[in-house]
């Protein structure tokens, strides 16, 4: 059974900073890239930001020079950094990582989410 468990959601107000964690346990031979999503009220999950096992990094347009996403590969963890939250950075944010199991198959596993509210 593998595992991502999500940290660090709440309530900040509108250019204030907030710290998401994942971490990920169970029967993990290796990760390959992780990510964070998000899914806003009335809107479908969209892509934040992802990072390769070497570090290569991709993000959405609208959190670019905002959010910043970093991996432990030692502790198996994801974080992201958001700065200068915006209101529309409201939504429930879910870590994603692609695991091979310790057998050798392939899962893309999602956490059960942080909710995230920018509100002054």
């Known amino acids: 059974q593998v595992q991502l468990v999500e940290s660090g959601g709440g309530l900040v107000q509108p250019g204030g900073s907030l710290r998401l964690s994942c971490a990920a346990s169970?029967?993990?031979?290796?990760?390959?890239?992780m990510g964070w999503y998000r899914q806003a009220p009335g809107k479908e999950r969209e892509l934040v930001a992802r990072?390769?096992?070497?570090?290569?990094?991709n993000y959405a347009d609208s959190v670019k020079g905002r959010f910043t996403i970093s991996r432990d590969n030692a502790k198996r963890t994801v974080s992201l950094q958001m700065n200068n939250l915006k209101r529309e950075d409201t939504a429930v944010y879910y870590c994603?990582?692609?695991?091979?199991?310790?057998?050798?198959?392939?899962?893309?596993?999602w956490g059960k989410g942080t909710l995230v509210i920018v509100s002054s």
């Open positions: 994603n990582a692609d695991i091979i199991k310790d057998g050798g198959t392939f899962e893309a596993c």
């Open positions: 169970g029967r993990i031979f290796s990760i390959n890239d």
């Open positions: 990072i390769t096992s070497g570090g290569s990094t």
